[in-house]
């Protein structure tokens, strides 16, 4: 068997805001219902209670107030690149995958001038003029969409090693009146990834990606405020949660299913399933609904660790934050070992979804 250049991950990282936010930290906010621009008739006790039944998120972090998207993208990196054993310098890119730019505290103006992956960069020190730097914006999906990015790179030969982040700060554009905001949370995780030639199949052995952008360009989009009393002027993330959950449901199984056999593999093969951290139940009836595409019953809880419960929603940042943890064994009861068959995969942006396979070396 003659042999190719595979993309392989040498080091991960992560960094988790200092700033805990438990569901009780809201019982005094003011939710408005988006269909009336009213405010809910119903007690904030109630409301928050069923969002915990739907999403299984009890907190999430933030990040403290003199941070910005960009400053926990370089503590992600930097944590990457320390595990890799590697000196930062030696990188031919930066990849920053993101949603929103930095956005600094008591504002929601994004910033995305110069681009995140610039800013990295200077933080991380790299004097090295030839180190490639660009972001990815692909809503949730970004960092899987990132990674399918420094595989094309790699598998070039042109490039040998490369930083991929995930970072989102979800927290200050997200609507103070909108009961959605609870979902969302801030974080970064990152990886080194390096070209390793082989004859056997290791690091990203495949990856399918899907965009659809008829009605579901209305499903995750900018708009004011619920608290019509605010105007238009400012805008703030707005989802519409059960048509999301409906597409999930539809589109993601799919989309698993073909990068799974592009692989040459079968669900039997697949050890872990990362997958984006929106919400639990969904997460779990996604792949319940991959298992039913193979005519067969697996065990959801042992393939799909979740971070959701503890971290909230970060966006880019879900899947590179919960591999750190199951790599590093900060995950109870989740291991990933030489060898393993991983999914990674996301869904959101309006929509767009993707998904890897990766075999751990």
Not at 302 to 311: D, E, F, G, Q, W
Request: glycine share 8%; hydrophobic share 40%.
């Amino acid at each position: 068997m003659s042999k190719r250049i595979y993309t392989v991950v040498t080091g991960t990282g992560s960094y988790i805001p200092d700033v805990q936010v438990k569901n009780e930290d809201f019982l005094n906010h003011k939710f408005y219902d988006p269909a009336t621009g009213e405010p809910f008739d119903k007690e904030n006790a109630e409301i928050i209670q069923k969002f915990q039944e739907i999403t299984n998120i009890e907190e999430r972090r933030f990040a403290r107030e003199d941070q910005l998207t960009s400053d926990l993208a370089a503590l992600a990196g930097k944590d990457a690149i320390e595990t890799a054993g590697i000196d930062p310098e030696t990188l031919d890119f930066i990849i920053v995958a993101h949603n929103f730019g930095d956005i600094a505290h008591g504002s929601i103006q994004t910033q995305t001038l110069p681009c995140l992956a610039n800013k990295v960069k200077g933080a991380l020190g790299i004097k090295n003029a030839w180190v490639h730097t660009h972001d990815v914006i692909n809503g949730c999906p970004s960092w899987v969409q990132a990674m399918i990015v420094a595989d094309a790179y790699i598998r070039t030969g042109e490039m040998k090693k490369g930083l991929v982040i995930g970072a989102d700060v979800l927290s200050r554009i997200s609507d103070p009146h909108d009961r959605d905001k609870m979902i969302f949370a801030d974080g970064a995780g990152a990886v080194v990834v390096e070209g390793v030639e082989s004859e056997e199949p290791v690091g990203i052995l495949s990856f399918s990606s899907r965009s659809d952008t008829g009605n579901e360009l209305e499903y995750l989009k900018m708009a004011p405020s619920d608290n019509k009393e605010l105007g238009d002027e400012n805008c703030y993330i707005d989802m519409l949660g059960h048509k999301i959950y409906v597409y999930g449901l539809t589109i993601v199984p799919g989309v698993v299913k073909n990068s799974i056999d592009k692989a040459g593999l079968g669900i039997e093969d697949v050890n872990k399933v990362l997958i984006h951290q929106a919400n639990e139940k969904m997460d779990e009836a996604i792949l319940n609904r991959l298992f039913k595409l193979y005519k067969t019953k697996g065990d959801v809880k042992a393939v799909m660790p979740m971070s959701i419960n503890k971290l909230g929603n970060t966006s880019a940042a879900t899947v590179p934050t919960l591999w750190d943890m199951v790599v590093k064994q900060n995950h109870e009861g989740h291991e990933i070992k030489s060898g393993d068959n991983v999914v990674l995969c996301s869904v959101g942006g309006s929509m767009n979804v993707n998904s890897i396979v990766y075999r751990v070396q």
